[in-house]
């Protein structure tokens, strides 16, 4: 047991502690952290009122220093001292029991030292690997050793995860797994499983606690600290370390911090060997140069004399020496004398270093006389030093453009630009590789030229502007072209007067996207080197060109998803779900993240899955951009069965081969539907349910009403369009124009002629709109036979033109022959004649208000474009005929400024209406007009001081009362008033508050 120096630190409140307590040992006294000699070995700590505040200031000293707390057992302090991480050692602790506190303090010390080797040499490991070479896998291996190594464990390995087959792949393994690399397992037979669904490290301290049923059980990994490998953010694989044997204690905070930072490094190496193939070609034409470069070598003995030198060694150090000497001069001399300039370097550092530890030196370093950097393996034994070394600037410019070339990658990669990537490449090209003369062009696919987009200084100074060219066209234009790198003796063509100082230019391709040239004044070209770093930075430019195209499309599709409140989702060629909108997770009740690589099977009845993959079959068969819809019944988590419609279409993109679907929720379309089932079955009108296609409308269903209608059979009229089945060839082009209507507009009735089995028949189609589906607007089409209604009205129209025909003959023909009477009659019998005759005027008068009425009907006055005129010039001429009538009425007007349509049926209502009052309100009657306008309408109140027109009278003309034999109006004046307002979209009412007659006329106000 070796001799410690332990510092007992007892501040004047703390517990004593007797000196025999600790023997064998240096015990040192201190009543304050500042006494505390850095040589100590361990601190005990006496327990006081402020101990904790001791232990942290302890740690900010010496963050390795042992910390032993000592005092009367204490619940509370040994639970602060746990928590604080250093050892808790009550006095009540060594009685009666072997152990002594000195025995505790040397293992306290001892295993200090042991974690601080421990995390020492873990450290040492990390270093190795971070600068370490070698293939991808050596590497892999050599992190899963050292991870192996320092947790303790039997096994490391690492592995590549595919999530849509549910497996995964060794990609590499240490220690004696029973599996090699490039072997295959399902996932769930193992833990990686839940490594990958979790947010961190996955520990397992004991599987058999709660593992004992998971098949991953079943590999015999009985403790596991595994985490996600990943690459650019996206989950890879995993990298896991396990034993056979349960630990003992769980893993420690360091081991998980040390496992992560080897999971970091493996995600780097795992990042950095997909760029590695682009690198190789430029590795193997370093690694050829480096090859046909002699080692130097020289050998030394112990008083550091030269005893050897090759020729690479002799040409280094003569070079180096203050005097110039021959090869055998050197030999003999010392080292040390002969090149002065060498002492107090890295040289000397571990030359000296590797001779006082027999260990060998090797190291990189400056040597400022030869202005060179030197690779240099120093290897000692008893008789000296052995010393190989060779000249490796130029291998450190290489490494340092590479490194360079690898921090422009991710700059690369972090630009969201054309012309800010074409900015870093020219950048790159003259601040790394040296090539002070270069361009960078990009392709306009729109004008099919390369576009100057980038030029370094020197460029743009010494060199014209330089000229577009379009593919094959000039050097780069025909590296474009070739998609190969093109230089100036290849292309065989003069150097144009406008590259200035360049006599050498080299073209290179960056892909589909531009080129990248370089130029030198130099005669005999660009070197190899040059080229080789130029093509590699041209790669990675193509790259970053590629990935920000990517990003603009992801974005925009990114943008759609967010905004589009549809019910969307995007299904690989395997038909696992990877993008699904909100709408349609929350309908499906599920997170949206969750349904990520989930079958859509799932979600689907059998029958509904199976034509979805029979109709992307025949999606994927055509090159056109079409889709496909069908319905079916979506499932939910919660058992729920959902009517829906889906739309299928190819996906718009090169990146995934799969499909888009729009879900559409039939619900309340069916339930639309369902309002109208009864209706559609009992309807003794004939029904159509269909889809308004550009293709006409297209029979979905029909009631039994239509069949025996139209005598066609549900199961003939389903799928065909009604202009097909019940159109007369003659009104195909009616039908097609009902056809191009708003479905939301087929609201009016439309008189239409339809093909029975009873020959033409004249029917009232009416539309009710629904609903809409992918493949149009649903609608019910109503069929309600007229026929025999518009044989009536023709009768009675008929009859009507007949006996107004007839009347006015009749009356002229009275009207003659009673003049021929009043011709020779006086007295009595010419008062009889005059009567006849004014009844023969009324009788003719009331024919052609019938005719009046008549028109009224016209569904055509409707839309007419009326013109507006003077309400005051329509009353001078109604007023000039009442006055005629009644010469003792008086008729007053308050009417300025308000305009009425220009209607020759309105003028005639107006001035029967002024006729009436004249005549029935007295012998002297005040009849008066009044007239107001607001934006809407225009308000006509014609008002006399008579008795008012009969209450019967009234009630008939209103509606409010039927027409009989006994309740009719007496003449037609108040009927054409009211069927002339009617038609213009107006109405005529009483006021029954005014003491006389008053008629009210409200009409829609023309535009001025």
Partial sequence: ?????????????????????????????????AAVDHGTDCVLLAVHDDWSASVEELRHRAPNLPIVVVGEADPEVGALASRLGVEYAPTEAFEDREETLTERVHEIVDGEAARVDRNEQALRDLHALSTGHGEFEEKLERILEVGREYLDLDIGFATSIDTGERRLEMLAVAGDAGFDAGDVFPLEEAYCKATVRGNGLLAITDATDRWRDDPAYDSDLRCYLGGTLSIDGETYGTVCFGGAEPRDVSFTESERTFVELLIDRASYELERERREAELQTARDEFETVLERIDDGFFALDTAWRITYVNDGGYEVLNEAAAENYSKSDLSGRNLWETIPDALGTAFEEHYRRAMETQQPESFEAYYEPLDAHLGVEAYPSEEGLSVFFRDVTEKRRRERALNDLHSTTRELMSATTRTEIAEIISGAAGDILGLSFNAVRLYDDKTDRLVPAALSERATEEMESLPTYV????????????????????????IPDSYGPIRAAVAIPIGRHGTLSIGTENADGIDAVARSLANILAANAEAAFDRTERETQL????????????SVFVIDADGDLRLVTDPLAETLGLDPDTLIGRSVEEFLTAT???????????????????SRSYETTLLTVDGEELPVEIELSQYPGDELLGSVGVVRDRSELEAERARFENLFEQSPDAITDATLTDDGPIIRDVNRSFEETFGVEKAEAVGQSTNDLIVPEDDRPEAERLDELDPEALTEPIEVSRQTPNGVRTFLFRGVYYGRAAEGPRAFGIYTDISDRKADQRRIEMLN???????????????????LLRDGADGETLEYIDSASDAAEQIAAITENVRDIERTFDADRRDIDYQAIDLMSVLDEAIERANTENTEATFRTDVDGVTVYDDDLLQKAIAELVENAALHAGDAPIVTVRASADDEAVTIRIEDDGPGVPERERQVVSGKQGITQLDHSRGLGLWLAHYVVESLDGSLSFDDDHDGAAVVLELPRPED
């Fill in 555 to 566: 974005e925009q599709y990114r943008a759609v998803h967010e905004s589009v409140r549809e």
């Fill in 1 to 33: 047991m070796q001799s410690l120096t332990v510092t007992y630190l007892q501040p004047t409140n703390g517990s004593r502690l007797e000196d025999e307590s600790l023997r064998n040992v240096s015990v040192q006294r201190a009543d304050s952290v």
């Fill in 801 to 819: 033109r007949v006996l107004r025909h007839n009347l006015r003959n009749t009356i002229g023909v009275v009207q003659g022959y009673l003049d």
């Fill in 471 to 494: 593919p094959g066209e000039g050097l780069s234009g025909t590296a474009f072209q070739r998609q190969r790198t093109l230089d100036t003796e290849e292309h065989d063509r003069p």
């Fill in 608 to 626: 509904g899955y199976e034509t979805g993959e029979l109709l992307l079959a025949d999606l994927h068969r055509t090159d056109r951009a079409e």
